[in-house]
């Protein structure tokens, strides 16, 4: 066997290691757009055979590589209403979902109004982050949050995650500030994948100033919610449910600058970012 297809081999028995290391935690992150992930994967599978399968007296060079221009489709804002209005209240689920990482009781279920806004301030050590919620496009989502905040499950918790390059979002709402935490129940995606007709991996950008639930596969919405301070494609599987004040994109403007631990682009904020309270009204 020659040192390059020994090598590609590894190379590929590492790469399935890491597929398969990756956690629950994982699973709640925002991903970048899921077709650009696919085919970086493609790249790096299709790369690793070809190393694998040159001989090890052959060698690359800079003359025998070709660029090729590949068209960049255009992504589309996220519309931030309804294409249809909802009945005035709906009945919400919220089914029993692992342990709770703190103590919070189930919101209620019927008669939820799907008309108005909530506002719920986020109060940390960086600067207030105002939020106001839309039960228009999102009342189950809205419905819990509000709950949330009422019973301080957000108060004294980290916003564990912060991205800084393909998507732009601070990650919040997990009490244990691993990223893996919730409430011990779980509830369903509203808006916009609930208009959907069929799943989409159609990217869609989420605009600066919006707010998003992040989740871990469909239907599994908890407490863990997403702040975009910038545009950020994503596919349309995280339920838009409100949007950041002026105010409190200042604050996320300045905990960006900040950066990310250790200069990554994605990982826990450089600078601490804790909700001391979340307030409502």
Known sequence: MTDNRKRGEDALAQLDRELKSRDRAEKFRPAKV????????LVIVGGIWFLSSRDSDEEITASEETTTSVETPTVEPLALTRATALPETVTCEYPEAGDASREVSTPATDDV??????NVT????QGPIGMELDRTVAPCTVNAIEHFAAESYYDDTV????TTSGIFVLQCGD???TGAGGPGFQFANEYPTDELTEPSATPVIYPRGSIAMANAGPDTNGSQFFLNYQDSPLAPD????????????????????????????DGAPAEEVRIETAALG
């Open 238 to 265: 995280y339920t838009y449910f409100g949007q950041i004040s002026e105010e409190g994109l200042a604050t996320l403007d300045q905990i960006a600058a900040t950066g990310v631990e250790g200069g990554a682009a």
């Open 34 to 41: 899921g077709a650009a992930a696919a085919a970086a994967i």
């Open 175 to 177: 009490p244990s500030g």
């Open 113 to 118: 109004p799907t008309t108005g806004t909530v």
């Open 159 to 162: 916003c564990h995650r912060l």
């Open 122 to 125: 986020l109060n940390t050590g």
